[in-house]
Each structure stands twice: as C-alpha cells, then as structure tokens.
C-alpha cells in the first residue's frame, strides 16, 4: 500500500490538508454512507492531531467550537450528513474503557471517526481505513498518510490530487 507524505511548515499547512481531507469525504459521502470511514491520528502530544480535525470539520461546514476531546473523551458532531465521532482515548487506564463506555456503537456505516491515541483503545477498537501519522519536523510537521485496506487508499489518493 502506498504511503503518501505531506510536508507541513506551519500550522496553516496542516489546516489545508484537513481542508483537502474534506473535500475527500465530501466526494465519497456515499461510500461513508455506505460503509463508514475509520481514521487513526497518531503523533506526539501538540503533534497537531486536533488541528487537523478541527480544520476538516471546518471545512465540511461545522461553525460550532471544536474541542479537544482531551477529557470528555468523545465529541460527536453531525454536519453534511454524517456522523462525525472525534475520540481521544490518551486519558484511558485500560482498553477495557473503550467496550464500557459502548464506543463500538459510535463506528460503522454512515459515520465517519477520527481517533486520537488509538493504541490506548487496543485491541478493542475497529479497524483502521486509513492511518494518518504526523511527525515533529524542525519547527514544522510531516504527516504520512497510510491505508489500511483498498478503501482508505482510495481516500488518500483524492486528498493528494
Ligand atoms: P495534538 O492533538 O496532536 O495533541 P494539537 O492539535 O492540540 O495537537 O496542537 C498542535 C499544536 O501545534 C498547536 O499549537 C498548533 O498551532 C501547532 N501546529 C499544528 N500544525 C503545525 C505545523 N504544521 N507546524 C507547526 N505547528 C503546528
Ligand atoms: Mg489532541
């Protein structure tokens, strides 16, 4: 499978490509209908895991706050159709936390989920469509895209067009 980088300088960078992450779903909302679309954010604290959701929500039309799910865990949005689940599962003590707060509702078709410290949530959580890893680069970040199966690839793709 192939892994596509992205260089990102600046933090304007990184909103651009949750911008063009966006513009990827919004072409394959019928799929995510169809069979849901699981992304896995990983990268050191303040690597910029929240940044990029909050940009891609920004773009497909949310004007609400985004915040980081840091304490509650999970924020749930609704914009464009989908459901858009945003976890962060860094505050877990145990995996078991992910199967007792009924997060598995919160994955498959016609939803969308962005999860941040995947590992904690291990091997509770669903699998993966697409791996999204962001790198400290000097002051700036790089972020590799990495499918996990034919579906996140063709979503990676469409972001890199
Ligand atoms: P995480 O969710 O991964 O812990 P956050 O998104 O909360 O990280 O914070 C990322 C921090 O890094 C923010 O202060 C943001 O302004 C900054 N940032 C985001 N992208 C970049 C980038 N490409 N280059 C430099 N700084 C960035
Ligand atoms: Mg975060």
Known sequence: KEILSFVLPD?????????????AVLKHSKEITDRGLNIRLQGTLGAGKTTLTRALLRALGFTGRVRSPTFTLVETYSVQGLAINHFDFYR???????????????FGA???????????????????????LIDLKGDGREAKLCPENEW??????????
């Open 152 to 161: 996140g690839g063709i979503v990676a793709k469409e972001v890199e067009e």
């Open 92 to 106: 877990f003590e145990s995996p078991e936390e992910f199967e007792e707060a009924g997060f598995r509702d919160l």
């Open 11 to 23: 933090e304007a960078s990184t909103e651009l490509l949750g911008k063009r992450l966006a513009e």
């Open 110 to 132: 016609g939803r969308m989920t962005l999860c941040e410290w995947p590992d904690k949530a291990e091997p509770f959580l669903p699998p993966a469509d697409l791996l999204i």
